[in-house]
């Protein structure tokens, strides 16, 4: 059975290796975890090992917010690299005793006739209890380190493992948006892995050694909408729609986006759907007043089951259009933030939908609307003027774009390795 040491801080970043571990014990059987990842995963995989830092305790959004997790990031870098040298250390001895085992086993058949009892016990004593050393500084090796995503705190974690001396192979998964700032981490990044395991047919444009390995969301999605059901969108009146409203998983972003969307909603007479992640569905009060909303969950479900939804920017977006289900994109975020990206970051668009629609200039997908522009007055115009049939003739692209998913792909790189 292998233990992989797994770094996955994001909501995202544990769905998709959620996804990845479904099939890792479909295919390959029983497995071990270690580092930081959701601690939902022990219960489901039925887990030995609980995660050294649970990823709740690394939510942030934008760069003020991120601040005040630098010093925990350093720690637990540090904690990290100190458990897998160990690992390493114990794989070293392990392999040491093995073969002073064998050493041993042929002196003892070599020398039993002259030796006593009491002599041959007494080795044999003296090696269990260097086996019992051995264990107490970690039972399992470690076979691979997967890092999801989050470079702030991978690429300075794949640095000091490199810098300790480990040896066990770094997968890097989700690469980080180079080819929206900071180019100059590529050579870094490709230094400090072993594989990049990349899920945007364009990250090859950027990185010399990259592979694509697929996109996450087509291993997630199960239902997509058919010709029938944009049909029946297109039919249906005002009062029978119904709209869904993502405004997000973290805090910072719910706070911002809930007033909007909640006068927004006043607007709609049919069913009102306000999507909330699972984490979230015990702090409500964060989200504040909610009549008039149904509170669902599941993502996914929600989206196919919506004619409309007004989504925070994130995953959600690109979910939303590969399900087939016409949307807005709505994003406020802290001035300083929005400044320091624009000083950086030089994208037309900030919905993955519409990226992709860039990369392959192809017209965008879905409107957008940042910071001031978000307010109901504009986000009702939009939704009064959307061009369906517009959205609707452009899905195909995306689905032909990213061909498949990537968690098989994943399972076999990590049993191979």
Not at 103 to 115: G, H, R, W
Request: charged share 25%; with cysteine; proline share 4%.
């Amino acid at each position: 059975m292998k233990t992989f040491f797994v770094c996955a801080l994001e909501p995202s970043a544990n769905l998709h290796l959620k996804e990845i571990l479904k099939i890792y014990r479909q295919e390959y059987g029983k497995f071990e975890l270690c580092g930081i990842f959701d601690e939902a995963l022990c219960e489901e995989f039925k887990l030995k090992n609980k995660p050294l830092y649970s990823s709740h305790e690394f939510s942030a959004m934008g760069f003020v917010e991120i601040i005040p997790l630098i010093f925990k990031a350093k720690r637990a870098i540090k904690e990290l690299t100190q458990m897998l040298l160990k690992s390493e250390m114990h794989l070293v001895q392990e392999k040491q005793e093995s073969s002073n085992a064998k050493n041993l086993q042929k002196l003892t058949n070599s020398f039993a006739t002259s030796q006593s009892p009491k002599t041959t016990q007494e080795i044999k004593e003296s090696q269990k209890s260097k086996e019992s050393q051995t264990s107490t500084i970690l039972q399992t090796p470690i076979n691979a380190v997967l890092c999801i995503d989050s470079p702030a705190f991978n690429i300075p974690l794949a640095k000091a493992l490199k810098k300790a001396g480990s040896k066990v192979a770094r997968i890097y998964y989700i690469l980080p948006q180079v080819w929206a700032w900071k180019k100059g981490r590529i050579p870094v990044i490709e230094s400090h892995f072993d594989i990049l395991a990349s899920i945007l047919p364009f990250d090859e444009k950027f990185f010399t050694k990259s592979v694509y390995v697929g996109h996450p969301l087509l291993d997630e999605i199960k239902e997509f909408k058919d010709k029938n059901t944009q049909n029946a969108i297109l039919a249906k009146k005002e009062e029978q729609k119904t709209i869904a409203f993502l405004p997000g998983s973290r805090k910072s972003e719910i706070t911002r986006l809930m007033p909007v969307f909640r006068e927004l909603s006043q607007n709609f007479k049919g069913q009102k759907i306000l999507c909330v992640p699972p984490f979230n569905l015990k702090k409500l009060e964060i989200y504040g007043e909610l009549e008039g909303f149904v509170i669902q969950s599941d993502t996914p479900k929600v989206l196919k089951n919506a004619d409309f939804a007004f989504i925070c920017s994130g995953t959600a977006t690109l979910e939303a259009a590969l399900i087939g289900t016409p949307f807005i994109l709505a994003y406020k975020a802290k001035k300083i933030d929005i400044f320091i990206a624009k000083f950086f970051v030089k994208l037309k668009h900030i919905g993955l939908a519409n990226i992709f629609c860039d990369f392959a200039d192809k017209e965008a997908l879905n409107p957008e609307f940042l910071q001031e522009e978000v307010n109901a007055k504009n986000l009702f115009r939009a939704y009064l003027n959307y061009d369906y049939k517009g959205f609707f003739m452009k899905l195909d692209f995306l689905k032909e774009y990213l061909k498949f998913g990537s968690a098989k792909n994943l399972a076999k790189i990590l049993h191979e390795i």
